[in-house]
């Protein structure tokens, strides 16, 4: 019983932090592959959009600096911060070289939003406007 009960212990699924599972992919008795995901959960209170920025205009992403996040779903806007800048620039579309296309250059951007009541839902669509610090 013991030996059964360790068998058992090693196959729980924990998160490492708190989230809503998002998606299951499994049913029970089904068998997963190694490296097969399972569930899929997510932190639905700080949820992140993820942006392009002109290269011209990049000085306004600025790491931890704020953002206003506009969205239907929200009656308000919310609040964000920039988690991470690009390191590499992107043409969009990726396949224009010439140099009237240089404008175009583009920066990824990540920002963090503020969403304690969960309001948002995943692909929807998001107006980011990046804030003096």
Do not use: K
Request: hydrophobic share 45%.
């Amino acid at each position: 019983m013991r030996a059964a009960d360790e068998r058992l212990r090693r196959h729980v699924l924990r998160a490492d932090r708190p989230g809503l599972v998002l998606d299951v992919h499994l049913q029970p008795y089904e068998f997963a592959g190694v490296g097969a995901p399972v569930v899929t959960v997510g932190d639905v209170r700080r949820p992140y959009v993820d942006i392009f920025v002109p290269q011209a205009r990049i000085a306004e992403a600025v790491l931890g600096g704020p953002a206003r996040i506009e969205v239907e779903a929200a009656a308000l806007p919310l609040r964000g911060r920039v988690e991470y800048i690009g390191n590499r620039m992107e043409f969009t579309p990726r396949f224009l070289f010439s140099e009237r296309e240089l404008p175009n250059l583009v920066i990824p951007v990540r920002v963090r939003i503020d969403d304690p009541d969960a309001t948002l839902r995943a692909g929807a669509p998001a107006f980011v406007t990046l804030q003096d610090a």
